[in-house]
């Protein structure tokens, strides 16, 4: 039985499916929900790991935490570079009437 956001399932309905359709219900309905999502960056990722663990986090579960952390922030960080150039990339480097880019820390102090 596939997942409908339309017309979702009562409870008495799921209650009459077998486990077989419940499962392949509970698993369609999940991989709809999944395309919303997007992964934790580092800093939440990190926080969980400390909330549910509390004084027990160790240093490999907070490395471990880190890595998956990152994922999501490489993925938000190319997402937000592909909106970039569906837009034209950086108006900066593309208007005329701006002049002297400062693209260095040095060049920021006259």
Sequence with gaps: MKYNPN???KDEQLKELS???FFEYIDSKAAYLKQFTQPLGQYHAKQFASQTKGAELTTKEL????ELGRVGDDMRANSIREAA????DDP??????IKNIKTK???WFD
């Design 85 to 88: 150039k569906e837009l034209g």
């Design 7 to 9: 017309e979702e399932l």
């Design 92 to 97: 900066k480097y593309r208007d005329a009437g």
């Design 105 to 107: 820390r040095t060049q």
């Design 19 to 21: 486990e077989d359709d």
């Design 63 to 66: 490395k471990r935490a880190k």
